[in-house]
């Protein structure tokens, strides 16, 4: 069965630190990995995702994220953060064999990032 | 200016009413989702439709009911039968182009509640 884990339900950073927010994953077969930003009271924002090729991803904002196969981890990372990508933070994923068109999320990783 | 709508932006219900939620969207997206929000257990799905007049059930439909007359339209009713509806419920799109690899597309989501 697909599943997804985010091992920390918060980070703080700094601004201008660099940040990363973790991923893990369990999928049958090929995983189809997606980031995505939520700001209080939105819908979810679509980040970047990762579905063959490079395993170092970039996105919106300024964001990347790399897929690790052997350990089965896509972070999400940005060398300098900002006080205004504080927000709550998903990781998603589907396979290539049971997805269809589900997608399992993550529980959630809440970011702050101190001016 | 493409997107997603959903309202109402709140909505209060009374015990052992039913109530729909509304989604439309004027992506030209052929699939549309339910999700369901609550605090640190990430979004989970209620039903996806792929195309009109046709749907499934995800992990948690007992309770809720869709239909999907229109492309564009996917309405969510939540019936007296959700013993807690109380919660942030999402509506998704996404396209379909023959893979499982497609970003969803969020609505601002409505905030029910239970009084």
């Known amino acids: 069965a697909q599943s997804v884990a985010q091992p920390e339900d918060q980070v703080n950073v700094a601004e201008g630190n660099p940040l990363t927010v973790k991923c893990t994953y369990s999928?049958?077969?090929?995983?189809?990995l997606f980031w995505y930003v939520q700001y209080p009271n939105r819908g979810l924002q679509f980040l970047l995702k990762?579905?063959?090729?490079?395993?170092l991803v970039k996105g919106s904002y300024g964001f990347e994220a790399e897929f690790n196969k052997s350990q089965t981890s896509f972070h999400l990372k940005k060398p300098s953060a900002l006080v205004s990508d504080s927000a709550l933070y998903f990781c998603?994923?589907?396979?290539?064999?049971?997805?269809?068109?589900?997608?399992?999320f993550g529980a959630g990783t809440r970011l702050f990032v101190k001016a | 200016d493409g997107g997603i709508t959903q309202s109402p932006k709140y909505l209060f219900r009374k015990e052992g009413q039913n109530v729909t939620l509304s989604c439309e969207q004027n992506?030209?997206?052929?699939?549309m989702y339910w999700y369901r929000q609550d605090p640190g257990q990430g979004l989970r799905l209620i039903y996806y439709?792929?195309?009109?007049?046709?749907?499934q059930k995800g992990d948690i439909a007992e309770g809720y009911s869709v239909s999907r007359e229109k492309k564009e339209s996917f309405p969510l009713t939540v019936t007296s039968a959700q013993k807690n509806p109380t919660a942030f419920y999402l509506c998704?799109?996404?396209?379909?182009?023959?893979?499982?690899?497609?970003?969803?597309?969020f609505g601002p989501g409505t905030r029910l509640t239970v009084l």
């Open positions: 998704a799109s996404s396209r379909m182009t023959g893979t499982d690899y497609n970003e969803q597309f």
């Open positions: 992506l030209n997206h052929d699939a």
């Open positions: 439709s792929q195309i009109v007049n046709d749907f």
């Open positions: 999928v049958s077969g090929n995983p189809y």
């Open positions: 998603a994923v589907r396979d290539e064999y049971t997805g269809g068109f589900k997608t399992i």
């Open positions: 990762y579905i063959t090729g490079d395993n």
